[in-house]
């Protein structure tokens, strides 16, 4: 199995842009999807990015994602930032043997 | 509305078992694959187990395989979470999740269920 590394914590201010990485310790970023959820304190996660780049509707176009074979990771990209936005966000992707692997997961502040 | 929905939450004693159910509407049960996933007081989300779309094939975390069974009846539209032999750091909020038809990403969540395990 391979490990997700996001930073524990994340702050900018409103109307900014803020960029959270997600980096594999094995095996290529581009192997499998990589997800991005948000979750609000008291509520359950929902998701904000899937296969790397796409965003559900309802979601803002204010949050992107992308991956980097170089560094062998994963963004979310979160610009116009909104009190609203303040919340944990976890990154996902499959391991290719039946098991699903999350980040430790990022708290973002908006300040 | 789709909808998840988990209960059965609660305390138990280590060692003692607990039986998780998460009750599925608004959409065709059948269709989907449905994972748990918990989340211990303060800290991350922990992938826990996986159902397929009959019930035939289950996948585990090595951290709960042997130990807890997942489950379902799609004449209920219904998942459940069997745990037996409980440890303390089985503490958590226990999630149910619907994967998305297309690709691995987790689409629908439950509002979540509490299982605490203390003597």
């Known amino acids: 199995n391979f490990v997700l590394t996001q930073p524990h914590s994340v702050s900018e201010s409103p109307g900014k842009t803020v960029t959270i990485s997600c980096t594999r310790s094995?095996?290529?970023?581009?192997?499998?999807?990589v997800q991005w959820y948000q979750q609000r304190p008291g509520s359950a996660p929902r998701v904000v990015i899937y296969e790397d780049n796409e965003r559900p509707s309802g979601v803002p176009s204010r949050f992107s994602g992308s991956i980097d074979s170089s560094s062998n990771s994963a963004s979310l990209t979160i610009s116009g930032l909104r009190a609203e936005d303040e919340a944990d966000y976890y990154c996902?992707?499959?391991?290719?043997?039946?098991?699903?692997?999350f980040g430790g997961g990022t708290e973002l502040t908006v300040l | 509305q789709e909808q998840l929905v988990e209960s059965g939450g609660g305390v138990v004693q280590p060692g003692r078992s607990l039986r998780l159910s998460c009750a599925a509407s608004?959409?065709?049960?059948?269709?989907?694959?449905i994972h748990w996933v918990r989340q211990a007081p303060g800290k991350g989300l922990e992938w826990v187990a996986v159902?397929?779309?009959?019930?035939?094939?289950?996948y585990y975390a090595d951290s709960v395989r042997g130990r807890f069974t997942i489950s379902r009846d799609n004449s209920n539209n219904t998942i459940y979470l069997h745990m037996n032999s409980l440890r303390a750091e089985d503490t958590a909020v226990y999630y149910c999740a619907r994967q998305r038809v297309v690709g691995a990403s987790f689409d629908s969540w439950g509002q979540g269920s509490l299982v605490t395990v203390s003597s």
């Open positions: 159902t397929w779309f009959d019930g035939n094939d289950k």
């Open positions: 608004g959409f065709t049960f059948n269709n989907y694959v």
């Open positions: 094995s095996g290529s970023i581009a192997s499998h999807y």
């Open positions: 996902q992707s499959y391991d290719g043997s039946v098991t699903w692997v």
